[in-house]
């Protein structure tokens, strides 16, 4: 079993988290189907790899339905 330790003195918001979860090695296809069992529909997650003042991570956007 693998355990993650969340240190958010400032908070985290959800795309943060998902992004954070990605870039460990989470798959965003079985995030997706894990996902699909909430009872929310309407929106949809895109993932890609950024690099922000010299760091490199994963940025998930969650994009809502119109």
Request: charged share 25%.
């Amino acid at each position: 079993m693998r355990i993650a330790y969340f240190d958010c003195f400032a908070g985290i918001s959800g795309d943060m988290t998902l992004g954070a979860l990605v870039d460990v090695g989470v798959d965003l296809a079985l995030l997706r189907e894990e996902l699909t069992k909430l009872p929310v529909s309407g929106y949809s997650l895109e993932a890609k790899a950024v690099k922000r003042g010299g760091f490199r991570g994963t940025k998930v956007n969650v994009i809502v339905d119109e």
